[in-house]
Structure formats: structure tokens, C-alpha cells
């Protein structure tokens, strides 16, 4: 099974992405430019400031070619993970329902927070079980989930809301204390807190580590 | 051809670059300021101004959080 | 008739005259800009170079020493560490968030000069006291710029320290220091090379960043409205430095390049000058060829802007065409502004014309150097600070200390940084006393193989350094190779800046000279080389001189980082114990407490047997770094019973600590270097002898020191005291 993470000019997080994939599959780095994502299993867009935040964050990369293909992927049925900035993009380019907000501190905040799974039959949590807490950082300053009252009603009902803030964690002051959703069809998901910077116990949890997991045994049997 | 575009937050979503300015303000000797909000302006020079719309959908701003106002400025 | 330009610009009569000395003429106007420049204080270094010539520069794991962009240490697997630290003082005091933000990118860009991936950022603050409104608004600019460049290019920032002292309203300051990884052969110095290569400027357009005081030399046609054409105050766009640093890296990894140099102050005149000395060369730069942001720019201006994000680089031009595909993929700029000749000049062109003729030498090493002239104060300097404690009951004055701004928790201001992004951070702010970063991040962890890596710490006195020139700067050498040590780190090397007054005023050059004193003898003993630096003089205004402050970095190498302690008290029912060095002394003289207390500033602080603390910091180093102790913890400013509080806090769990009842404050809030606070098993702390003393017991909620105590709720309200300061 092999993992595509895209780099765009400005993506940051995108090495220590492929690195947590790479402990539990293959992992590539796919090129903003290219409009081929070279057969991989699952694509992940990571974290970081691409093209510096200008405009609006993820409103530029989200027009580039690569996308495109991911566009494409993502309707055929391929698993895509949207992480922090990736989550942004997804946003912007349609593929999942809402839009990221300043944080109502309205500062960059860099912190461990508890997550709180709220399903473990997607193939993103599937190795997690429902309830389960997990201890992953969060480092953003545009993080607050909106959406509109009628599609946070539908998200809930249609069990796309995957991840919450823990009591007393949310960070940013996102609806609902959402902190990760799927789209409607379930294969495309996007989480705010970073899941590739807990995956090894020496620089912190190892809890996140079951996202990358999920997808590894769920994308190879598709 | 010279267009403004002006962006910002929709109602009813929370501002808290608005609510910061507008807590400033009367610290500063500044009263009966209400209803702040902080948003962006785009300018650009246009051969047709009918396409500035599309812009403004596509690109400059994100009409599911955030309203736009586009003034045309005669050079 | 108004001053003479030269006046105008910073040079002296005599200094003028050298210069056309050496030119055998008069320097027309550029000439004039570039050598006024190239012979500031901030370039030539010309009160300090030759007082820094006392500081050790050898050492066995170095690599790199002083005078290159950043030093370097080896760290063993054929890896190397490079680091610097650099101030940026006076543009914080204008603009803070871009000053510090751009101070910031200006270190980065020293470090992947040297061929370096950066890997960390620290940074050394000080202000005015929190009372002043517009200490308020330096501090939340500099930590929000900070914050905004290191976050944006993805360097976490790991590590650093702020201090609030009326000295510095004034005049603040802004140290910002940065690490960077790479094999050894891809080191690269800044020596240009090769006659007959070409000089290519990569990165971002040419502005009129910096300029403002060079002003006087525009041509007669522009007025007063260009005014403010001319910014004092730079822009930094860290995603623009983001493509350039990977740009250049992956041109280092490739051996494109004969030598790599960073445009920072006075820009493009003072890199090709440097360039061209270190290698003994001359250059030809054709400003026409600059790619330019601003219409109309005059040779001069092109000569010293300095705007950011932009990078020399000398290329054979056989490899040209390799430099350029590589830019063009990470969209940057890159254009052949000259090239290296035999002439030993640096020549100006535009175009086809001449604008600008100077020997090399002149500029770089022919810079007058002054002797300082100290004379040491017959009484102290500085004012007394205000008093603000309320209480001598020790009850209440450990709550105010931990409440005061120098002490407070600085988590309001850490979690603004990105501290984890290239996932190597083994330890992160407030977990223990220095950062502990991972060097191979991609390995997976097994039972028995050590994960290799390094300990980073900056350390700076301001008071105890005014109350004592030079035990307070062997002191600050001592606190961070002590912060080295507590997470089992040696360190291998030293970076330092100096932050004084004006160098000609015979206090400050007492100052000065003491302390560079103080830090070379401390430096010599503990074995431990400078490998590079910074000075910045004339921190002065009406208000009189900063305290005289010098700030330290000192790199280390782990063992094993899996074992590096916190400082946070971990089981309960393990034993506390105070380590201290033979003779190790307590006093209040220039302490927190003493501040506090709105005592006068001493002069003299008690003298430091400087081998026995080195006798102790390597004891504690050895038990930290062997995984035995389950925390250790240097006793710094506010004592020992502020260090037992953040002990408690870190570890969220409570101690019991015998005193013999006598709460003289001196023996709980005194200060003094070679003291440690350190936990764990009992028979961990019985094996390290007889400097270590076993002062109590982990358990609780509270921290009880004999007769008093503090829950732990009300140690962790009092030190949240910097928490309004950022809402």
C-alpha cells in the first residue's frame, strides 16, 4: 500500500507527514505541478502555510494541477486526508462541506489536545473505537469549524462528524467542537489537529498513529 | 478599468478581529463605535468589469463564510 | 551650510580621511554609502574585534569557528550542527513585529549559508517593565513576528527566555538564534572563489528596504515626499525564504555552487565585500542587472538596501544552466548580477559605466579599530528598581515571585510558536531546562538503541551582569551549560551576543571589557569554544545605557534523548535532593527578590569557584543523562524555593520539604550559581555523593517547605500571571 502526500510551495508538515505514513506503509511526495498521482493507495495534503496563506488560507492551492487529479481520485472513491492546512484545502476546493475560521483567539495556538473519536466505521478511524480518546497537537491560527446550522445538522446525521474536541479542549472555538468531518460519500476526510506529529512516544503521544493505521489496512483492500 | 473588491465576514459569524477593534477603540477615547468588522480589500485593473463577479465567486472571496462589495473607480 | 555627508552617515573626520587615504581621492557617493557601512560599528565590529580575540575559538568537536555565516560542531556520524545567534534591536524598537520576524529570517538564512537545513529557532527578549503600554505592544508584536516567520517556513522555535527590566524601555531587545543539520561536506564557507565565475543574486526583488539614514546621498531631484519611499523598517515574506532555502539547499546537496552568502545588513555592498575578502578576490557587480521592486532606483540605493530574502551565490559558468533549473522549480528568482575577478576591487557598473571603485581590504580589514577605554563606576549606574512587594512574609513571597513577569509561566508567549514541526522536538518549552531535539527523526525507536540527539539552551543576564560586569557573565556561561546539563547534554560549543551600551563612554567599555573577560575565563574552564557571534553597541538613549547584557546559546550532544529528564517531579514517594557545588553561595544581592524588594543595584556580586560549579554540572550531567534521575532542575533566578514551585508545576504533583525552620528568606529565595534541584529513586539520588543533600519527598497537592506551604492551584494562579498581557 502506498501513501501520496502532496508538497505545495509552502507545505511544512508534508516530511513529517510522509514519515508517519511510512511507518505503517509506503509513502511518497507528490509535486503540486505534476497532475499524476503516480498510483497511490491513499493521498494525504498536509500541514504547513501553502503559497504563504496569500488570499486566503488553501485558496490558492487548491487551483493547482495536482488537485485536479485529487478532485478526481476523491470522486471515483480514492481515500483522501486533509490535514490542518490539507483540511483547508479540501475546504476550498469543495471536497468537504464547510470552511475554516480565525481561531476565536485570534492567534496562532500550538497545544496537545484530547480528541474524542465519534465513529470507528470509517476508514479513517477504523482502528480506533468509538469513545476513545486521543492526545494529538494542534498548531494553527485558522481552525474554527463552520458551517452553516443546516448542514451541521446534516453532518450529524449523516455520521460525518468524526472527531470532536474533548470537554474543555476545543482550541479555537469550532461549531459543535468539531475537529475532523468526512464528505457525504465517507472517502474524504479533514482534521485540524496533526495525527503525523503522534505517532512515536518519544516526541509526545503515539495516538494518532491510528488514523494512519485505518487507512493503510482500508486502502489496500479497496 | 479600476475595481475595488470588498470582502468580509458574513453576519452572524463570529468576528473576533471586529470584537478586538471595537474593544480597542473605547480604550483609546473612542465612544458609541458598534457593529466592527474586519475584512480584506482586493484591488485590480480590468480590461471588462463583467467578469469581476465570477472573480469574486471563484477566487477572491468564500461566499459560504464571507460577503463582497465591488466598486468600480473611474480613472 | 548643512553637516558634511560624511558626518551625516556615522564618520568621523579622521575616518573620512582614511578613507581617501586609501582611494588616493575623494569616495563619490556611493562610495561614500558603501564604506560608511562597511566601517559602522554594526559591520566592523570596530569597539569589540579586538576584545573578542580574547574568547577561545578552538575546541575538539569544532568544525567551523567565528567569521564565517554561522560556526559549526561535529556531532558525530559524520553530521554536523551549525548555529549562530544574531540581534535585531534597533529595527524591533521601530516596528517590533517585523523586526523580530525579520531578525529571525536574517539567522535562518546565516545558518543555510553554511549549508545548513534549520532545524530550530530560539529567541532572547527583553523590555521595559509590563506597566508601560508600549512595553506591552513590543512584546505582543515581537512574539506574534516570531512567531509569524518561524511558523510560516516551518523551524519550530523550541526554546528561549523574556525579561522585563526599566532598562530596557527604551531600548529593547531581540536575540534570535537558529540551528541547522547537515553532513558535514555539504559545510560550505562564504569565500568567493574562482576568477572568472559568476556572482548570482537569488531571491526576492530589490527594494528600498533600510535605506532611510543613507537618504542624504539622493541626487538633488528628489524632495521631501520620497520621504517615505525610503522605509527604515523591513518586510520580511517568509514564504518567499521558504523556496529560496530549499532552492539553495538542494543547490549545496548538488555541489552547484563555489560559495553562498546571505544579504542581511547593509545588504548587497557589505556580502560581496566579505565574499571577496574571505577568498582574496575582487568582484564586478552591475546594479542594472539587479532585479528591482521600486521604478527608478539609484546605484547606491541598489548598492545597500536591504531587503530580505535574498542570497549571493558564486557558480562556475559551466554549472549555470543547473542553478538556473533548479530556481526556476522552486520559483526563484536568480540572476547574474557580476562575477569574481583578480582585481582585488570591488567595482560598481551600471551597465557600461563605472559608478563605483574600492579596494576590498579597505572595506573589510583596513576598518580602524578602537581601543575601548573602561573605567570602572565609582557607584552603581542604574536606579533602584520600584519596589512592589507587598510582604516579607515568605508565605506571600513566593506567590509574588512566581506572579512577577521575570518569573511567570511564558506559556502564553510558547504556545504562539510552532515547537514541533520537522518532529524531532524530544522535549518542548516548560518541559525541562533546555530543548532536546531528535537528530534522526525517521527512525523508529528499539529496545537498546539509543536515540541520538541535542540539547539546546540561551541564557542572557541584564541585572546580575550591571550589578557585576564580570561574575555576572561568568555566571550566565554557568546557567546554561547547568540548562545543558540537567538534560545530560555536554555542550560542544557557544554562540554568543553582546547587547551593551555606547562602547566610548568609559562605564560601558568597563562593562564590556569585564565581561568578555568573564565569559572567556569561564569559556577556558569549562572547555567549551565560541564558535561565532554578535555584537550590538550604542543600546542607549536619553534614559542612559541597557543593562549590559550578554546572551548566550550553547549547543550540546545526547546520548540518548529517550532519557533525557523533565523538570517536573514525576512519582510520588521519590526523594527531592539539592545538588550543590563545593562553596556553592546564596545571597540576595541582585536577586528577584531583591528587585522585588526595590533594593539598590550592588556592585560586586559574591566571586564563583568556577571549577567546583563545573565539578557539579558535570555530575548532574552524567546522573541525567544515565536515565537515573526523574527530574533536574537548575536553581536560577527566584531560588530555591521558586525552583521546588516549578518543579511542582511541570510535574503537576505536589513535595515535601524539610526545613529547619529558620525561613530566612536568603536561604529560600538567595541565588548563586552550581545549585541543582533534581528527583527520583532513592538510591539514584544516594549514588551521587556527597554534593547532593536529600532535601524531601514527591506526594501531594501541595508544596510544603517546613513551615509553609502552597497548593498547588494557587502556585499554578500566581504563575499565570503573564496571561492578560496576550488576551
Redesign the interface.
Known sequence: MRFGVIRFPGSCDETDALLACRRYADAEILWHGDRDLDGVDAVVVPGGFSYGDYLRVGAIARFSPIMEAVTEFAASGGHVLGICNGFQVLCEAGLLPGALLPNAGRRFLCRQVDVEVARADSPFTRAASAGQVLSIPVKHTTGRYHAPAHVLEGLDAHGQILLRYAPGHNPNGSEDDIAGVTNEAGNVMGLMPHPEHAVDALTGSEDGGVIFESLASVAVAA | MKARVLIRPKEGILDPQGQAVERALPALGFAGVEDVRVGRMVELEVEDSSQIEAMCQKLLANPLVEDYEVQLVDL | MSASPHRVLGLTDSEYELICQKLDRDPNGLELAVFSLMWSEHCAYKHSKKLLGRLPTEGPHLLMGPGENAGAVDVGDGMAIAFKVESHNHPSAVEPFQGAATGVGGILRDVFAVGARPIAVLDSLRFGELESARSLYLLDGAV?GI??YG????VPTVGGEVYFEAAYEQNCLVNAMCLGVAEHRRLTSAAAAGVGNLLVLMGARTGRDGIGGASVLASAELDAEDESKRPTVQIG???EE??VMEACLELLDRGTLASLQDLGAAGLSSSSSEMASKGEVGLDIDVSAVPLREADMEPFEIMISESQERMLAVVEPGRLAELTEVCQR??VRASVIGAVTDTRHLRVLDGDAVVGDMPVDALVDDCPLYDLKPAAPEAQVYPAPKRVLESEDPAQILPALLGSPNLASRRPL?????????????RRPEQADAAVL?LY??H??EPGTP?KGIAVAIDGNGRRVACDPYTGTVEAVLECAANLACVGAEPLGLTNCLNFGNPEKPHVAWQLERSVQGMADALVELGVPVVGGNVSLYNESGGGPIYPTPVVGMVGAVRD??LAPGYGFGRAGESVALVAARGAQVSARGSELAKLAGEELPLGLNPIDVAAVREVIELVREAAGSGALRSAHDVAEGGLATALAECVLAGGVGADVAWDGDDDPVQLFGEGAGRFVVSGPAEAIDALGPLATRIGTVGGHELVIGPLSWTVDELRAASSALAPA?A
Request: zero cysteines; aromatic letters at 14%; charged letters at 30%.
Open positions: 506574534s512567531g509569524h511558523n510560516s517556513i516551518g515574506d517568509p514564504f521558504k523556496k522552486w520559483e510558547f504556545e504562539q510558536y510552532d515547537s514541533l514541526v520537522q518532529s524531532r522536538t524530544v531528535a527523526p525517521e523508529k525507536a536515540r534523548t529517550a496576550f
